[in-house]
């Protein structure tokens, strides 16, 4: 058997193997020991630059080490050329470690880092390095982030830059994060376009995004883009609506803003108003307002956003606003052909859940009064269809109805106290989000829906006097939020037992009224005493 290759076993194969790992943990862990004592004694000289490259170049995530080579950069007193040597030989380890891994957080942040502080970087280049590594990967989210900040720094414009994007897409409509990049650099150039251009940038747009979805239905990179390409960029906020009574407010607009946005004048005079936001956050659509001025005479009063002014009128001892009808889209011809262009793909394909749903997405831009049955049988189908997320097309449905409810109380002419009140109940709501215009009405009834899951959504109703909650499975109060003009609450015909849970609810209102009627509520001669107690003048049913 002389001269015949000896074949190790696999049991041997392994031995070396765990054998050789053994071995260069011993030299990782030597090094970097090496490395933290130096650091430890602030000697960045270079044998600690040598020892990090080399673990670099093994591992190029350990972002400690790039900062231990930021560290040398900083405390070292270096000349012009030894800087400029380090800055290139920075720029070739960046690199070299990107070629072993291009995903590299910390490897592209260090080549950024160094761009950032050399005299003179050649951003040509670096763009070619950009345009390299996007070919060898479209979806390198991480070189396009970095290819961005050099198309800043380079002085390329969005106009440009968008023609890359385009033919990134253009040859694969699957590229999601040439899509994303492409909605940022249009969002840069909507900033210094007219309205005008924008409606016509956006119909390019749209032709070029149903192209994608129709040449690959089930891709989702392109519906993505169209969503928020049909919802975004809206120009200088709406004032939707607004109730001033007696010293307080509620105004609410069709876009986020802060309270120096907001200016309440009356009679041609600032009023000094305390603003809340109902999250307690810097920017909201939804502002409570409270002045202590008292006016005998009110002739007029407006409120300013953002240099828009918008006169209120007075009816039944509240000073009112409320936004008209909206305008047809001036590309409504466009939107309703590519309505119909997409139930056509849903006739084609009934199982692509994306056409249904963009369907649903262009008939409420359009006019979701006239689609309304539309709307609702679209949703209806979904659910059958993409069962796995039932739970959110049921919300979408919950946040359609309560919209088309709204617009049936406000549109039409009866009187404002009607107006004061609204029946939700019995619509199999599960949530209240993104629907805080209900926070303008006094009496809710939100009975038999199923809100058990969404009582921290009745935040708003700060203005609500009479609430109902009757039938919606509820099986805890933890949740439910302060309302500081609640003064009849109704929860009957729940699962309700806790006995803290509904003496907390007391203590945080001054109700009138609360009906715990067909609940599970044990030792109600003991609920009753501890409910005196708390306030002996609430009228409270237990039976």
Not at 45 to 64: A, G, N, R, S, W
Not at 276 to 282: D, E, L, M, P, R
């Amino acid at each position: 058997m002389h001269g015949k290759v000896k074949v190790r076993t696999s049991a041997e194969q392994e031995a070396l193997k765990k054998k050789e790992r053994a071995k260069k943990l011993i030299q990782y862990k030597f090094n970097m020991n090496m490395v933290f004592e130096k650091r430890k004694d602030q000697i960045y000289d270079d044998q600690l630059m040598k020892i990090t490259e080399c673990l670099l170049l093994e591992q190029p995530d350990i972002y400690t080490l790039w900062n231990i080579r930021r560290e040398a950069y900083t405390n070292n007193q270096w000349s012009e050329e030894v800087l400029k040597e380090f800055h290139r030989h920075e720029l070739i380890l960046t690199e070299n470690c990107l070629k072993q891994n291009p995903k590299s957080y910390s490897a592209w942040h260090q080549r950024m880092w160094i761009m950032d502080h050399m005299d003179e970087p050649d951003w040509k280049k670096e763009l070619m390095l950009c345009t390299k590594y996007l070919h060898f990967d479209e979806r390198n989210f991480h070189c396009w982030n970095h290819r961005e900040f050099v198309v800043q720094k380079a002085g390329i414009s969005p106009e440009e830059e968008l023609k890359f994007s385009t033919s990134k897409i253009l040859n694969n409509f699957s590229n999601y994060s040439s899509w994303h990049y492409r909605s940022q650099l249009l969002s840069k150039i909507f900033n210094n376009c007219n309205q005008q251009d924008i409606d016509k940038k956006k119909e390019d747009e749209l032709d070029l995004v149903m192209n994608a979805t129709f040449t690959d239905p089930n891709d989702t990179s392109a519906w993505f883009y169209q969503r928020w390409l049909l919802s975004t960029h809206e120009f200088s906020p709406t004032l939707s609506r607004v109730l001033l009574k007696d010293n307080n407010v509620i105004l609410f607009v069709d876009k986020n803003i802060s309270i120096e946005s907001i200016c309440l004048q009356i009679n041609n005079e600032n009023e000094n108003v305390l603003w809340k936001s109902w999250q307690n956050t810097k920017f909201s659509k939804l502002w409570f307002g409270e002045f202590k001025t008292q006016f005998n005479d009110i002739k007029e009063i407006t409120i300013d956003i953002e240099g828009q002014r918008y006169p209120l009128y007075y009816s039944n001892q509240k000073w009112i606003y409320k936004k008209k009808k909206f305008k047809p889209h001036c590309n409504e011809d466009q939107l309703l052909g590519q309505l119909l262009n997409y139930k056509q793909l849903a006739e084609l394909e009934p199982d692509n859940k994306w056409a249904l749903l963009t369907g649903v997405h262009l008939m409420r831009k359009i006019d979701f009064e006239r689609f309304n049955n539309d709307i609702f049988t679209s949703l209806n189908a979904l659910l059958n269809i993409d069962s796995l997320r039932i739970n959110y097309y049921r919300d979408l449905q919950s946040k359609y109805v309560i919209e088309y409810k709204l617009y049936e109380s406000w549109s039409t002419e009866e009187d404002e106290e009607i107006k004061s009140k609204i029946d939700l109940s019995g619509l199999n709501l599960t949530t209240l989000s993104n629907n805080e215009h209900l926070s303008f009405f006094e009496e809710v009834n939100l009975g038999a829906n199923f809100l058990s899951n969404s009582l921290h959504e009745l935040h708003f109703l700060q203005n609500c006097k009479k609430l109902s909650l009757s039938s919606n499975q509820l099986e805890s109060l933890k949740k439910f939020p302060t309302l500081q003009n609640l003064e009849v609450l109704s929860l009957r015909n729940n699962k309700l037992e806790n006995f803290d849970e509904i003496l907390q609810l007391l203590k945080k209102h001054k109700l009138k009224f609360l009906d715990l009627r067909e609940n599970r509520v044990h030792n109600i001669t003991e609920l009753q005493s501890s409910v005196m107690d708390i306030d002996p003048n609430l009228k409270l049913y237990l039976e």
